[in-house]
């Protein structure tokens, strides 16, 4: 647990004026996002079947939150850790169309998540997914789809920074591109935080492209994905630099998903082929499945980037460690 505390730290805004800013941008930003991307609003779940194979892995490593329910005996329930494989399921049931897609505002615990600023069990983002092409399947297609989410960030921006002169964080005006290739090549000798941080104070808003499989000088990889949504070599993350912090701050993981072919790969690579045999997976290996692009965009973390914040506990209502709570109110920090 690492606890950034800004020298000088004092928030412009009161509790309520915060809490009237966090509408703001989220009632903005997912008008922006469904105009940008073609996307339209639909309900989502909290929690799934497990023997579905539905729910996000991460890092395969993170404990979900798991129950039984009287109504089905026998069954374990997992609440969602994120919708990235229910999203792709969605849009065939739902009967969406080429370059049509749907968000959702979803809402996730992850116990194991280890606490800091930026970090928290509870997780709030717009989950998003798009319908594509297999030609579509390419960087160029990741690159524009970035670019679109970008503009709308900064299009809400905008409309804060009309509200609250004074307490918007103001952020570079275009977004670059790297490869976490690139990266090892260029600081072999640092880890890849260390990278992400050079890159963003370097670059103010940068995707980090291809994350996941290992890379070449060290045979580790910069970061890990699950093997059954993005395509390793087709993702990426979206991260700013963030002066209060002296850190970056990624926004948004996303990225073309999974081919009948790259899951196979993947699998083998992760060493969890036992998977394809769930519901998901078999529908997507019998080509069932469209096609997709999709990511996710923290809610929380966009609030506190834009508003200035110094602590993701100022924008969202969670659980932290009462030592924690007590060193941000010493440094001005007011957690809700």
């Known amino acids: 647990m690492e606890l950034i505390l800004p020298k000088d730290y004092h928030p412009t805004l009161t509790i309520r004026d915060t809490e009237a ?3 703001l941008i989220r009632e903005t930003f997912q008008d922006k996002l469904a105009d940008a991307l073609n996307v339209q609003r639909m ?17 395969g490593v993170e404990r979900p939150v798991a129950f039984d329910m009287k109504a089905i005996p026998g069954d374990t329930i997992e609440v969602v850790h994120s919708l990235a494989k229910w999203k792709r399921l969605a849009l065939k049931k739902y009967g969406f169309g080429m370059h049509e897609g749907l968000y959702t505002n979803m809402n996730a615990i992850r116990r194991d998540e280890d606490l800091d600023n930026f970090h928290s069990i509870y997780v709030d ?10 030609e579509e399947r390419n960087t160029d297609t990741l690159e524009i789809t970035v670019n679109k989410i970008f503009k709308a960030i900064k299009e809400t921006e905008k409309v804060v920074a009309a509200r609250y002169p004074s307490s918007t964080y103001r952020l570079a005006d275009h977004v670059s591109f790297i490869t976490t290739q690139d990266l090892e090549n260029r600081w072999p000798d640092l880890t890849p935080d260390e990278r992400e941080d050079k890159i963003a104070k370097e ?16 045979g580790k990889p910069h970061d890990g994905r ?6 390793w070599q087709l993702n ?29 790969e993947q699998l083998k690579k992760a060493h969890c082929e036992e998977r394809a045999e769930l ?58």
Do not use: T
């Open 21 to 23: 800013a966090i509408v």
């Open 43 to 59: 309900s989502a779940p909290m929690f799934v079947e497990k023997k579905s194979g539905l729910n996000d892995n991460l890092n």
């Open 125 to 134: 983002q717009w989950d998003w997914e798009k319908v594509i092409s297999k």
């Open 203 to 218: 670059e103010k808003a940068v995707f980090i492209m291809k994350i996941g499989d290992k890379l070449n000088r060290s």
């Open 226 to 231: 699950a093997p059954d949504y993005d395509d």
């Open 236 to 264: 990426g993350d979206l991260v700013f630099w963030y002066e209060p912090l002296q850190r970056k701050i990624e926004i948004s993981s996303m990225g073309i998903r999974v081919s009948e072919e790259s899951l196979r």
């Open 279 to 336: 519901p998901f997976h078999k529908m997507l290996l019998n080509g069932e499945l469209p096609y997709s692009i999709g990511g996710g965009i923290g809610q929380s973390r966009l609030c506190m980037m834009l508003l200035g914040k110094a602590h993701i506990g100022e924008v969202q209502a969670s659980i932290w460690p009462e030592e924690m709570v007590e060193k941000c109110e010493a440094d001005h920090m007011q957690i809700l």
